[in-house]
């Protein structure tokens, strides 16, 4: 079992930056794969970036790339959500996800994720 809670999101102005936080409590932190994903209202939910259990790899979808940046702290148990030159299209529910690592996952897609937070609301004015 693992527990997720974000936190961070708010209001923002277009170009301005928010950092999402993920607590995470359970076993083995580090030995998941964790996501951030977003659904905006009428939308699907879609993917925003990842990060190996190790660290050592990111990515991003190609609508935040250079903008948003995925970090993580297994010995906080956390992982973070870096987001600049926020635009209105970014508003959406953002969602922190874990999912053990295993042969032939496909992290950048949301039904391989085991675990949810409850997500936090970003919104960016215009």
């Known amino acids: 079992q693992v527990q997720l809670v974000e936190s961070g999101g708010g209001l923002v102005q277009a170009g301005g930056s928010l950092r999402l936080s993920c607590a995470a409590s359970g076993r083995t932190f580090s030995s998941y794969v964790m996501g951030w994903f977003r659904q905006a209202p009428g939308k699907e939910r879609e993917f925003v970036a990842d990060?190996?259990?190790?660290?050592?790899?990111?990515y991003y979808a190609d609508s935040v790339k250079g903008r948003f940046t995925i970090s993580r702290d297994n010995t906080k148990n956390t992982v973070s959500l870096q987001m600049n030159s926020l635009k209105p299209e970014d508003t959406a529910v953002y969602y922190c996800a874990a999912v053990l690592l295993r042969a032939g996952i496909t992290p950048a897609s949301p039904y391989e994720y085991d675990y949810w937070g409850q997500g936090t609301q970003v919104t960016v004015s215009s």
């Open positions: 990060i190996t259990w190790s660290g050592g790899s990111a």
